[in-house]
């Protein structure tokens, strides 16, 4: 076989099994490449940062603007927060900011009034409260902040005296026997109406054992079945608790959630 025969035929063929046996090629390999006994290398997977960049930006751009819109300040600010730590780069940040400057322009402006609320709340100009209270709510009527000033706004009417409750029946029992936890309990049940001309929300109905001293054995507090207590409604309460062989009285009251205790007509 002539030597031009092999250079022309077979080295080239003899060259390509070399470089792949030896790893002398383009393609890079990415993982934990060993280079000694006690040594390795990691490669890193190469990434497409700009592509997954946007996405994530976006997101938190669409829940910051979604939450801005229903107007939950302070979840939409969340968002867009972190919109600006994580991504610093991105082309959304200036509109971002904007978001976020108008959100905190309102939720400042919330905490002023909100502080005048209380205020007033506590050195009893009530009807300047509620006052601020009806204004807010219209002005800034989003979930959080109805449901917090609702609750101020019931506890001004109470102090007011112009929410009151009247008891239509009631009874009580000491005889009653549970099958599920097999013993005798105290039950007290009845009927209330809301005979303000104010709907109420979250109260609760109370009931106070007392011995024949007239000290405090017990006392139990309970919501009441319907969330809202509309005027003229009439609402069934009952209050299971333990039986004390020295009750001799029972006392029931209404509340609101803060323990406010509701005048009975």
């Known amino acids: 076989m002539s030597y031009f025969y092999i250079v022309a035929n077979l080295l080239p063929a003899t060259l390509l099994i070399m470089m792949s046996i030896t790893g002398c090629h383009s393609q890079k390999k990415y993982g934990i ?6 040594k390795a290398v990691h ?3 190469p990434q497409r940062i700009s592509r997954a960049n946007i996405r994530s930006a976006k997101y938190y751009f669409r829940l910051g603007k979604q939450k801005m819109e229903s107007k939950e300040y302070e979840i939409s600010n969340f968002y867009l927060k972190k919109l600006i730590e994580q991504f610093p780069d ?6 971002a900011k904007t978001y976020l400057t108008h959100n905190d322009e309102i939720l400042s402006e ?3 009034m909100f502080d005048k609320i209380m205020t007033y709340q506590q ?3 009530y009807e300047e409260s509620n006052r601020f ?11 959080d902040l109805i449901e917090k000033t609702r609750k101020i706004k019931q506890e001004n009417l109470v102090r007011q005296g112009l929410i009151a409750l009247k008891i239509l029946e009631w009874d009580w029992s000491d005889r009653e026997y549970s099958f599920e936890h097999q013993r005798l309990n105290t039950v007290i049940k009845g009927k209330v109406k809301n005979i303000s001309n104010a709907s109420l929300a979250n109260l609760e109905v109370a009931a106070i054992l007392y011995d024949q001293k007239r000290r405090i054995i017990s006392r139990k507090a309970l919501p009441l079945a319907d969330e809202i207590f509309l005027p003229n409604q009439i609402c069934d309460f009952k209050i299971v608790d333990n039986r004390y062989a020295n009750t ?3 006392e029931v009251e209404f509340q ?3 323990g406010l205790v509701i005048p009975l007509k």
């Open 133 to 143: 209270i009806d204004f807010l709510s219209a002005k800034h009527p989003y979930p």
């Open 248 to 250: 001799d009285y029972v």
């Open 90 to 95: 991105s082309p959304l940040i200036s509109e």
């Open 123 to 125: 050195t009893g100009r």
């Open 110 to 112: 919330v905490k002023d």
């Open 33 to 38: 490449a060993e280079v000694g006994l006690n």
């Open 43 to 45: 490669i890193p997977n």
């Open 256 to 258: 609101t959630q803060n």
